[in-house]
């Protein structure tokens, strides 16, 4: 899986930029931030516009939404709290939070801070609720979250779940008696002098920011409004940053570095008051990446390969290379983030398109070919016939949502019609096997995306895509549900 051509530093930079504008064209994406951190050095790259109705240039210090890589920044807060003794990340959850209610007792008893750390609770995960804009917000999604099915056991079958980081926001809140971000604030981002990293739209307003974009029949929609919700804030919903504030945190993650940090130790010496060391600094990073289990296919691995966890982090071990990742989906905005510890290697990517995670796909396997020499296996495609195609058809649940996923067979092959939430309607994602239960998406923005069929015997029990489970659905049910065209 190695491959690479020798070239300089400044030959790097350059092509990057290049494959960058030739994507940013490819994929219309309105504009783009770009981190490429190397050993010798970090290369910014920043293209397009702020917004298509009201553009600015995006610059190095232009915010935008980061999602759902908000919950590393939950986790190693949480990891801060235990280097201070404060927090036990597997003792149950009640320890901290004595009133925490699932609608499975035996669930709430046992989980544990670790559990919500590495998606493992079991219950609705993608729950959504504004529950307002007070100090109070995480609190009271916490007894939304109360109302909510259990879908699998607890550390089961593994699924992608926000709602576990509710949990772990508000036990940061009671253990240090402040609202999660002013935690989050005081324990990692200020430490990692991360000064342009905001959780409220009256600090990101008076800086120059990105305005998400949807892609609706081929154009770019500006997203209305500025979607962020307090209550899902520990998992992503509100958090935003700049790329050299990212930059920040990917030289932490990779190699402990804090440069303000130190730069104000050296000021300070000079003056005979050394400032104490945060406890951050002296933290043991390398737990956050240690794999707590297997997801099935990788969340941002190459098409088709399976992945693991860690605290709240996504590995990919190679060979000659371990990569960690996570990346963000909010409305109108899709972040990538990734480095490479041992290689010393990071990349970022944050867009304003609802489409951003496919160009940054493309670029993100451009680093790891050229900078680390992975490079994409080839697949061959698994034949399936028409009988055992049938075995995957039918419709799956989404919980919580009105709506669903079908599989039909289309002219001998599998195909997912799944809503789009943001255009209306549905697209349909054509299926290519790679295993007897495992496919990848062929084509469109969601090229590569992963997909496997879970079995309960002889029967499709879940169907696992973009990490999330979805129940296969009941003849009863299935037979009830709305047709794929009124969906």
Request: proline share 5%.
């Amino acid at each position: 899986m190695t491959a690479t051509t020798p070239k300089s530093t400044t030959e790097l930079a350059a092509a990057f930029e290049q494959e960058a504008q030739r994507l940013l064209a490819e994929y219309k994406v309105p504009g783009i931030t770009l981190g490429l951190l190397t050993p010798d050095g970090d290369h910014f790259v920043n293209l397009g516009v702020t917004s298509v109705e009201n553009p600015l240039p995006i610059d190095s210090d232009t915010i935008f939404q980061i999602g759902s890589t908000t919950k590393t920044l939950t986790s190693l807060t949480c990891s801060v709290l235990v280097e201070q003794g404060k927090l036990d990340l597997d003792v149950p959850v009640r320890t901290y939070l004595p009133d925490f209610k699932l609608k499975d007792e035996s669930v709430a008893a046992a989980l544990t801070t670790r559990d919500v750390l590495t998606h493992q609770g079991g219950f609705q995960g993608d729950l959504f609720e504004d529950t307002g804009e007070g100090d109070d917000a995480v609190a009271k999604v916490l007894d939304k979250l109360a109302e909510s099915p259990q879908v699998v056991p607890l550390r089961g079958h593994w699924s992608y779940n926000n709602a576990g980081f509710f949990v772990a926001g508000r036990v940061i809140e009671v253990v240090t008696g402040q609202t999660y971000e002013a935690a989050v604030t005081e324990l990692v981002l200020k430490p990692l002098g991360m000064d342009h990293t905001f959780f409220f739209t009256n600090e990101i307003m008076t800086h120059r920011f990105a305005a998400g974009h949807n892609k609706i029949d081929g154009d770019m929609v500006v997203q209305r409004p500025w979607m962020m919700m307090r209550s899902a804030a520990p998992a992503g919903s509100s958090c935003s940053s700049t790329v050299t504030d990212m930059a920040k945190y990917a030289h932490y993650i990779m190699s402990g570095t804090m440069p303000e940090m130190a730069a104000a130790q050296e000021n300070a010496a000079d003056d005979a008051q050394v400032p104490e060391t945060p406890t951050l600094g002296g933290l043991d990073r390398t737990h956050l990446w240690t794999p707590v289990r297997p997801v099935g296919v990788g969340i941002n691995s190459f098409p088709g390969e399976e992945g693991q966890v860690g605290q709240s982090w996504f590995i990919d071990q190679y060979p000659d290379a371990l990569i960690i990742s996570h990346g963000g989906t909010t409305l109108g905005h899709q972040s990538d983030f990734w480095v490479s510890p041992d290689r010393g290697v990071g990349f970022i990517a944050m867009t304003n398109a609802s489409n951003g995670h496919a160009m940054n796909r493309k670029l993100g396997e451009w680093v790891k070919r050229e900078l680390l020499g992975l490079v994409k296996p080839e697949r061959a495609a698994v034949k399936l016939e028409a009988g055992q195609l049938d075995l995957f058809s039918g419709t799956y649940d989404v919980i919580g949502q009105t709506y669903k996923i079908e599989a039909q067979v289309q002219d001998g092959q599998l195909v997912l019609v799944i809503p789009n939430t943001t255009s209306g309607g549905t697209e349909n994602l054509a299926l290519r096997f790679i295993a007897p239960q495992r496919a990848i998406v062929v084509g469109g923005d969601a090229d590569g995306l992963g997909v496997e069929f879970l079995m309960k015997g002889d029967e499709v029990d879940f169907l696992r895509f973009g990490a999330r489970l979805y129940p296969r659905a009941s003849a009863d049910a299935a037979s009830a549900s709305l047709p794929v065209d009124a969906l």
